[in-house]
């Protein structure tokens, strides 16, 4: 008989006789309504908490105390579920939450970032990695209210006056009385904001050494400046390199 | 040239010194070479170079010496969350998110910052708020933690920070010196510190606050060290709760000193808040022995103490009003009520023994009868803000506590409330910062500039102050194109002191101020001078000595007219109309007595610009009650130079 070779007769033969050993020897596990099995997985549980805790198995008698008490807890537990009393409660929401951040960061943090995310990460955020550009250069002011409605002119005179001179220039008597220095030795783009205001350094950064530039505005008046140096403000890593110092700073940049 | 000249004369003078201080008997050492050989050595010209052997400090720096987090008790009681690595972050001008939610920025990076949490109660809250074992293992300490995750975070706050006054917190979970959890917070705070630690670019101090509280009459002190974790780490902080700490501030400066022999270090003491001590933070007679106090008392003080905090949140402390009836501008930001809990009303007699220049004035007659000046003290601003950011410009303005971070009801709601009287919310300072003139940017030259007091106070704007006081000053020196040369070259800087006066001549000073860069134009210098009479009175006089626009004094009372006003409240703007943008003059005490005791400080008043309740009022589209102040004309106080007569 054809039939009784064929693979597919096998398979849902064998299929009937498993659901059915399944059926008959779990009868009495599914937990019904009203029922509460303490299985063997469960019993190992308890034992081995109370083990952990007090260095030694129960005894018979707290055993059983601690499966009555498991018991009274699963009860109340599906009770509980059932009358809804885990919605709208910020302890159950929180820990749940807890929970999954807990999964989640333990994720995030076990993955190494690959060096193609590595690097596409640098070239998005360069200016974390870059160092800042510094200047050295020299100033000149004059004070608006002092020169009044000749400010324009005398900016002009003054700017004139200083190429001519160019760049050792003696500033003693050039421009009015100042309290912050004619002359600054290497600084940060963000200490000549600091000290200037946004306006001087932002126009600062667009000059080049070698020549008497402006009238630049700051909160203060007029300025003529003079830039002697300017180092511009390098990335300490371009490419990622295998290991070592810019891989791991850029790993912690990366992971937070 | 003169800047020449001068140096030049300098050098000479040096060199004689030099030669002068090494009498052979006197010193077990070589005798002179002789002199023409010794000029080799001391050359006569001054360099080519004229900013060589020139080191003095050039720039200031901008800093808050005294920030609270969470790790405060009471800061964490009430709502923050951020710790001092996000208060070092912020104060860095990176970008946070406020304990309330809000974004919050400064409108520019400071250059140093003191995370100072109180010592009593170090570190509680993030352990009681992150459900600490330790703390859940206690009763009380769980219940808390439940009530805390019940929502009932504002419960809980006031049953702690009251149960922490009656001394009631459960032993087991109460951080104090010596155990595990406080050591922890300690070497958090150290860690933090030592990590955004950046010489050059920014500075991270370690510090704690030190809160002698007793009677809630304030004695507070921030304590701030110059080293770093590998010597902090090997005490920690003093606390008042005895038995371990103690409230009197005589011990405080035991441990001070006993810091300073154990590890090699330093450290310096800085009070604030004497407006809230009713009577108790310059004393004459000690509150806590009823004595008067002593040489002893006088000597230690002046060296452990040498900065006061003289503006901040809770109020401005440089002059009272009731104590200086003359001076037009001493009503500025009073916080006159009472002590710091509001539990004992403020009476008028109190006052002398609260405020600055008072203190400054006494000091002087304390000097002259204990031979040493217990209240010589320079003067520094700082925020005190209990919220982990450093940010009290008025329109930028991050509030007292996490309850008064910016809300539309932050004004009109009390800020504390007894049967003695209410503070409103309103009457919050947006209040201030410390100017340091360092050397640079590091732990030990700021460190080192708040000791040798050249150091100022502002209410928040940070304009350049310069005060040099010596003999020779003339009025071109305020023409000069680098004041500064001429003032260290010729003089003492703020926080110095001039003796020996020359015969027939009066102290002459270099007074310049310069406005923020993008803040408002400044009204008026004025020099504060305060001394004491032959009879052992101490008075004061305030010298009107440059301002913006071409004002003149009433030649009647000598008065200069106010400045005027360009403020428009509703739109909480001003312009830079009025005033001038920079100050200068050399000025001299036309009233000067070689035989008095005095000293001279520098009070800088700005333009009026819209006080923070403008910009909120603005912001919320909400109306203030008529009371609340909407404008004001900060200011800045630098420390003095003091006269003292010769032997």
């Known amino acids: ?256 | 040239m003169r800047g020449h000249k001068i140096a030049a004369t300098s050098v000479v003078i040096l060199g004689l010194l030099v030669a002068l201080s090494f009498p052979a008997q006197a010193f077990a050492q070589e005798p002179p070479p002789p002199a023409q050989d010794l000029e080799k050595v001391f050359p006569k010209k001054p360099p080519y170079s004229p900013y060589a052997n020139r080191h003095f400090p050039e720039r200031v720096y901008w800093g808050d010496t005294h920030l609270h987090t969470s790790f405060s008790m009471d800061a964490g009681a009430f709502g923050c969350r951020l710790t001092p690595r996000d208060a070092y972050r912020f104060a860095k001008g990176y970008e946070i998110t406020a304990s309330s939610g809000q974004p919050a920025r400064l409108s520019r990076p400071l250059d140093f910052l003191v995370v100072a949490d109180h010592s009593d109660g170090f570190g509680f809250f993030p352990l009681l708020f992150n459900g600490d074992p330790k703390i859940t293992a206690d009763p009380q300490g769980r219940r808390w933690y439940e009530m805390l995750q019940n929502g009932q975070g504002a419960a809980v706050a006031i049953d702690i920070v009251t149960s922490f006054g009656k001394g009631a917190i459960s032993k087991a979970i109460l951080p104090v010196p010596g155990t595990v959890a406080y050591q922890g917070a300690w070497q958090e705070v150290i860690k933090s510190a030592d990590e955004a630690n950046d010489p050059g670019r920014f500075t991270a101090f370690i510090g704690y606050e030190w809160t002698s509280n007793t009677g809630g009459n304030n004695l507070h002190r921030n304590i701030i060290f110059r080293d770093d974790g590998s010597r902090a780490r090997l005490i920690e902080p003093y606390t008042t709760q005895k038995p371990l700490g103690s409230d009197n501030p005589r011990d405080l400066w035991k441990w001070m000193s006993g810091y300073e022999e154990k590890t090699g270090g330093h450290v310096l003491a800085i009070a604030h808040n004497g407006n809230l001590s009713n009577g108790r933070m310059f004393p004459i007679i000690e509150s806590f022995t009823g004595k008067p106090i002593d040489r002893e008392y006088a000597e230690t003080r002046a060296l452990r103490e040498r900065l006061y905090e003289v503006t901040q949140i809770k109020g401005d402390g440089e002059a009272h009003p009731f104590l200086s009836p003359n001076d037009e501008f001493a009503n500025y930001e009073r916080w006159d009520k009472g002590n710091l809990d509001l539990s004992e009303k403020k009476k008028p007699e109190m006052l002398e023994f609260e405020y600055a220049r008072a203190a400054l004035r006494n000091g002087l007659k304390q000097e002259q009868e204990l031979g040493i000046n217990p209240y010589k003290f320079g003067m520094i601003g700082s925020t005190d803000a209990h919220t982990g950011l450093a940010a009290i410009d008025e329109d930028n303005y991050w509030g007292k506590f996490t309850t008064s971070e910016p809300s539309p009801q932050r004004a009109t709601h009390p800020l504390i409330k007894t049967e003695n009287g209410t503070i409103m919310g309103w009457e919050e300072t947006a209040s201030g910062y410390a100017g340091v003139w360092a050397t640079e940017n590091t732990r030990e030259a700021l460190f080192d500039a708040m000791q040798r007091k050249e150091v100022y106070a502002t209410t928040g704007p940070r304009m350049v102050v310069r005060f040099f006081g010596g003999w020779d000053f003339e009025n071109r020196d305020a023409s000069s194109r680098n004041p500064a040369v001429v003032g260290y070259t010729k003089g003492v800087p703020m926080g110095g002191d001039l003796s020996n006066a020359p015969t027939g001549k009066s102290p002459s000073f270099l007074v310049a101020a310069l406005k923020d860069p993008i803040g408002a134009n400044l009204d008026r210098i004025q020099v504060i001078k305060g001394w004491l009479d032959s009879k052992g009175e101490t008075h004061e006089k305030i010298y009107d000595v440059v301002w913006g626009g071409d004002r003149k004094p009433d030649p009647k009372t000598g008065k200069l007219p106010p400045v005027g006003d360009t403020v428009d409240v509703p739109n909480a703007t001003y312009t830079n109309t009025i005033g001038a943008s920079e100050l200068i003059k050399v000025w001299k005490d036309p009233e000067f007595d070689p035989a008095q005791r005095a000293f001279y400080y520098v009070r800088v008043l700005e333009i009026p610009t819209p006080r923070w309740t403008a910009y909120d009022a603005k912001y919320y589209g909400i109306t203030m009650p008529p009371e609340v102040p909407m404008k004001g004309q900060e200011r800045a106080y630098t420390s003095p130079i003091w006269y003292t007569p010769g032997k």
């Open chain 1, 1 to 256: 008989m054809k039939l009784i070779r064929e693979p597919l007769l096998h398979f849902i033969l064998l299929g009937a006789v498993i659901f059915a050993a399944f059926a008959f020897f779990s009868r009495n596990r599914t937990d019904k309504p009203g029922e509460i099995f303490v299985t063997e997985g469960t019993l190992e549980n308890i034992i081995n908490g109370f083990t952990r805790t007090w260095q030694r198995p129960p005894s018979q008698s707290e055993l059983r105390g601690l499966v009555q008490d498991y018991i009274r807890e699963e009860a109340a537990y599906r009770e509980a579920l059932s009358m809804g009393l885990d919605r709208d409660d910020t302890i159950v929401r929180r820990r749940l939450r807890q929970k999954l951040e807990f999964l989640l960061d333990d994720n995030a943090s076990r993955t190494e970032p690959t060096d193609a995310e590595l690097q596409s990460f640098l070239e998005k955020h360069a200016a974390l990695f870059r160092s800042e550009p510094t200047f050295a250069f020299r100033q000149v002011y004059l004070n608006p209210q002092l020169r009044g409605t000749n400010l324009a002119q005398d900016e002009a005179r003054l700017l004139a006056d200083l190429q001519r001179a160019g760049p050792n220039a003696d500033l003693s008597y050039a421009g009015d009385p100042f309290l912050l220095a004619q002359n600054f030795e290497t600084t940060s783009l963000a200490e000549v904001r600091q000290t200037f205001g946004d306006q001087f350094a932002r126009f600062l950064s667009t000059l080049s050494p070698g020549s008497w530039s402006g009238p630049v505005a700051s909160g203060f008046g007029t300025h003529i400046v003079f830039v002697t140096q300017r180092n511009e403000g390098r990335l300490i890593a371009e490419q990622i390199p295998s290991s070592g110092f810019p891989r791991h700073s850029l790993h912690n940049i990366f992971s937070h």
